[in-house]
Nanobody, 117 residues
Framework: QVQLVESGGGLVQPGGSLRLSCAAS???????MGWYRQAPGKQRDLVAS???????NYANSVKGRFTISRDNAENTVYLQMNSLKVDDTAVYYC????????????WGQGTQVTVSS
């Protein structure tokens, strides 16, 4: 069992930056870690993911603006978000699953990111 706690969300103006953190209750080394987001009335979509080996994957809409990273020693995953747009407004969720069992996915409670002038 892995518990995930997100932090770092908030209100930011368009063009601004935020850094989200996801702290895990246990070791994350064997897990694929990811960030998803869900806007009101929309489905939850992948934003970025990172494997245990450090391979990164991004949604086309955030490529070049967002960066995912992981610190296995600190059991923490980060999402650096730059050049934020109004369309980035959503609840952001942290996710973890073992590479050998994608169905065994854990979720955090989410953190709100609002981009508005």
């Amino acid at each position: 069992q892995v518990q995930l706690v997100e932090s770092g969300g908030g209100l930011v103006q368009p063009g601004g930056s935020l850094r989200l953190s996801c702290a895990a209750s246990g070791g994350i080394r064997p897990y694929v870690m990811g960030w998803y987001r869900q806007a009101p009335g929309k489905q939850r979509d992948l934003v970025a993911s990172i494997t245990s080996g450090g391979s990164e994957n991004y949604a086309n809409s955030v490529k070049g603006r967002f960066t995912i990273s992981r610190d296995n020693a600190e059991n923490t995953v980060y999402l650096q978000m730059n050049s934020l747009k109004v369309d980035d407004t959503a609840v952001y969720y942290c996710s973890a699953y073992p590479a050998w069992s994608p169905a065994s996915r854990y979720w955090g409670q989410g953190t709100q990111v609002t981009v508005s002038s």
